[in-house]
């Protein structure tokens, strides 16, 4: 006989784990006792729930396997479920785990009693409860084909503390190794969209979302270079293609390029592979608009309840972005003739993501400190981070030359930087790992740094600092100027809290002392933290100004 509990991480070892995120609780004690005796499986302490949840989801969007995060219930759940959010919004694998009340307790609000399965059902792709500990290979089984099939997500299975106590027979085994099932592309439908991109006169791609891997980038790439199409990344998508093909038009979402704004605009055939077409890659539904009279719209998504759901859609393709890339990339039709405007579309890109010194730069200008890193610190690091006007400085100045290489949600949700570099530094130590954080984004997570130091992540953290929630402030300097509202920050001397956590650390305030603190931080290794202090005038990466949008 054994304990369910061991059942249970068996099955997961069956299934690939090999780490683990947790704050630990007395509900699943069983499952903590069962990974002391596991050899296969890391276990990462972490400091909240919610930084658990948030290094699941990053490190399976760096897999493609599930991340696994384990909590107790309650606030515990509670706290997880900002990850679940965020593994929903950016299609990305993930199973939480979470210890229940026991059996007999259900439905009487319990001590931390939660109804996970209509708590978490409108956020994750299924949520069950596992009550038969001989069901256990089951569950697990199918929450992992769950996770990754269609459009990936995340799954939350609530695990009765009295449930993994039980014993089972020993020869209960677990399920094999579950892959995706395979999704081919439709030879008529390829057909139809070849015919479609011979008849365009200025189509345009929007690439990155559902599965997109490795594969799908390569492939896809070959296929657009051949042709001349013009690629765009959806938003936080910018990994999804080399940004030194000759066919990279930049990037979609906040902030882009006015130029690749007007060439999806005036395209008669956008083709979107992966990409939902959600609200911030298609700024607000609009970006093609939601009917797009004068254009057509082709969509490729693994998930058929995507195709058609938001978007009018003339040609929708339901297959794995991967295996749609490698068609497109040996399928010959010697009826397109190459495009110039995938040539046209990277140069106005390489033009608008080139830094400048302005006139009268500030002390400390974040569109000189990006241009260091690129000379800096390897092309192929990668770069985490949260939400917040900060971000826009590497979105535009920044190459996301490796993959994966940008961990950031595209669900906005602040404080996601850190816990996604510890996660990225575990799983690719040999990279470079840098999490990018504004202030406020930094300390809604900040407490990870000690998860970070006790695991011997090897990252480098940036705090960008300008005493504000500097996007908040920027649209109400839009909206009521002069009016600060509950936007002012009062932060603690973030290289000294760095170095409590024994990172090494320094503070800057001017491009050259970052450009130095970089440098001497990049022969370092362990935990690294540079804490840049700006003036909250210097708002975004567009040019926007406290000074700017009063005087308008």
């Not at 057909?191 to 690439?207: E, H, K, R, V, Y």
């Not at 297959?319 to 003739?337: G, K, N, P, R």
């Not at 990252?459 to 996007?471: H, K």
């Amino acid at each position: 006989m054994k304990s369910a509990a061991e059942l249970l991480v068996e099955c997961l070892a069956e299934q690939g784990t090999d780490r683990i995120f947790t704050v630990p609780g007395e509900s699943f004690l069983a499952v903590l006792d069962a990974l002391h005796e596991n050899t296969e499986i890391e276990t990462v302490t972490c400091r909240q729930e919610g930084g658990a949840a948030f290094m699941a989801c990053a490190d399976g969007a760096m897999t493609q396997r599930p991340g696994v995060a384990f909590v107790t219930r309650g606030p515990g759940a509670t706290n997880a479920s900002i990850g679940v959010h965020v593994a929903h919004q950016d299609s990305q694998p993930m199973i939480l785990f979470v210890g229940d009340v026991a059996r007999g307790m259900r439905d009487r609000e319990g001590f931390q009693e939660i109804n996970f399965e209509a708590f978490f059902g409108p956020i994750c792709k299924w949520a069950a409860r596992i009550d038969d500990p001989s069901r256990i290979p089951e569950y697990v089984a199918r929450a992992y084909s769950v996770a990754i099939s269609g459009r990936p997500g995340p799954v939350v299975i609530a695990l009765p503390e009295d449930m993994l106590c039980d014993p089972v027979d020993s020869a209960i085994a677990p399920r094999p190794l579950v892959t995706r099932p395979a999704q081919a592309a439709c030879p008529d439908a390829m057909q139809t969209l070849f015919g479609l991109i011979a008849d365009a006169a200025s189509p345009i791609a929007i690439i990155g979302g559902a599965g997109w891997n490795a594969k799908a980038r390569d492939h896809f790439q070959q296929f657009a270079e051949s042709i001349g199409l013009p690629v765009a990344t959806a938003f936080r998508r910018q990994d999804a293609i080399a940004p030194s093909s000759p066919v990279y038009a930049g990037n979609l979402g906040y902030g882009p390029n006015p130029k690749l704004v007007e060439r999806v605009k005036s395209s008669d055939l956008v083709i979107a592979i992966g990409a939902r077409l959600g609200e911030a890659t298609t700024d607000g539904y609009e970006l093609p608009t939601l009917e797009h009279a004068d254009q057509f719209l082709v969509h490729v998504h693994p998930d058929p309840e995507e195709l058609g759901r938001v978007y009018k859609t003339e040609l929708a393709l339901c297959c794995a972005v991967d295996e749609f890339a490698e068609t497109a990339a040996l399928w010959e039709d010697h009826s397109i003739i190459p495009f110039d405007a995938g040539g046209e579309a990277h140069l106005e890109w390489e033009e608008w993501s080139a830094a400048r010194t302005p006139d009268n730069p500030p002390a400390l200008d974040m569109a000189a400190c990006v241009s260091s890193m690129r000379e800096v610190v390897p092309a192929d690091s990668i770069i985490c981070n949260g939400a917040g006007n900060f971000a826009g400085w590497w979105h535009r100045y920044w190459r996301y030359s490796g993959y994966p290489s940008q961990l950031a949600p595209t669900a906005g949700a602040m404080g996601y930087g850190l816990p996604a570099a510890v996660a990225a530094s575990l799983r690719e130590p040999e990279r470079t790992v840098i999490a990018v954080a504004g202030d406020g984004d930094f300390l809604m997570n900040g407490q990870e740094l000690a998860t970070a130091a006790q695991h011997g992540a090897n990252l480098l953290v940036l705090i960008v600092d300008n005493g504000a929630y500097g996007t908040i402030r920027m649209h109400q300097e839009r909206e009521y100027p002069g009016r600060i509202s509950g936007t002012q920050l009062s932060n603690p001397d973030f290289a000294m809290l760095g170095a409590a956590f024994g990172a090494w650390s320094k503070a800057v305030s001017t491009t050259d002392e970052f450009r130095q603190a970089l440098i001497e931080a990049k022969e370092r290794i362990g935990l690294r933290l540079i804490h840049m202090k700006i003036d909250v005038e210097q708002l975004a990466a567009s040019g926007a100004t406290v000074s700017g949008l009063r005087a308008r």
